[in-house]
């Protein structure tokens, strides 16, 4: 289980003091799948970024499973089993695909239909792509599958993912949300998912509506999109007066 109690991130900067996250407090259960929402500069991967340890909080602990994990560097928390991928994933010149993998893994020969498998669930064919280096050579969204695919060959107990669609086309995406559906299904991960994309929200047990440093709106899919729609008028002068006629 994670919890998060109290957690606040400040900065100073020439404008003044900016509360990037005030005294946020979280549970996430075991095997959940929670989605963070809300308008962009809200504080989703900020906290995101907590949680796995490369952001460190101005104030307040984080616990994993009971454990007190506030000051432990981003390789012990990744021993622990938590995994964070990147909205703009790190690229690797001279390290091919199937390397990765099995770095990811853990296993330093990773049988080919095992690599194969974890490529095929986030839309890629093998046969392309294990022998690449992940370096320019390929897209942004391809790096970005291929990072989801070792976040998957790692199979850690808390994922986390940082707007897995960006750069993602739209049959890609769909074999993603069928990842995720299916990981989520076999109830053996908690996942933590930063995301905009309704197929994505629907998939979880609960949202929060990340925004102005706290959380705006937490419940089940159903219950928080009108609220997020309500959010959307009142944000927009031309919808509010629409709404008001």
């Not at 109690?5 to 900067?13: E, L, M, Q």
């Not at 952001?55 to 616990?63: E, L, N, S, W, Y």
């Not at 790692?154 to 940082?162: E, K, P, V």
């Not at 959010?231 to 002068?237: G, H």
Request: proline share 4%.
């Amino acid at each position: 289980m994670l919890e998060l109690k109290n957690i606040s991130f400040i900065v100073d900067g020439q404008e003044g003091r900016t509360d990037i996250l005030r005294d946020v407090s979280l549970t996430v259960e075991d095997h959940k799948l929670l989605v963070l929402t809300g308008p962009n500069g809200g504080g989703k991967t900020t906290l995101a970024k907590i949680i796995m340890g490369l952001t460190a909080p101005t104030a307040g602990r984080i616990f994993w499973n009971g454990q007190d994990i506030t000051d432990l560097s981003i390789t012990e928390r990744a021993r622990l089993g938590i995994s964070y991928g990147f909205q703009q994933p790190p690229r690797f010149k001279g390290l091919t695909v199937c390397d990765l993998l099995s770095l990811a893994s853990g296993k330093e020969d990773l049988p080919k239909a095992e690599a194969c498998a974890y490529l095929t669930r986030v839309g890629l064919c093998a046969n392309d792509y294990l022998l690449r280096e992940v370096d320019t050579s390929l897209s942004g969204g391809e790096v970005k599958r291929i990072e989801i695919a070792t976040i998957l060959a790692r199979n850690s107990s808390l994922m986390i993912f940082d707007e897995p669609e960006a750069g993602i086309d739209l049959w890609s995406f769909s074999r993603l949300t069928e990842t995720f559906e299916a990981i989520h299904a076999r109830r053996e991960n908690t996942m933590i998912i930063i995301s905009h994309q309704e197929r994505i929200i629907r998939l979880a047990d609960e949202v929060l509506v990340v925004g102005n440093g706290g959380i705006l709106h937490r419940g089940t899919p159903e219950e928080i999109f009108p609220q997020i729609l309500g959010d959307t008028r009142e944000c927009c002068p031309i919808l509010r007066k629409e709404n008001k006629a």
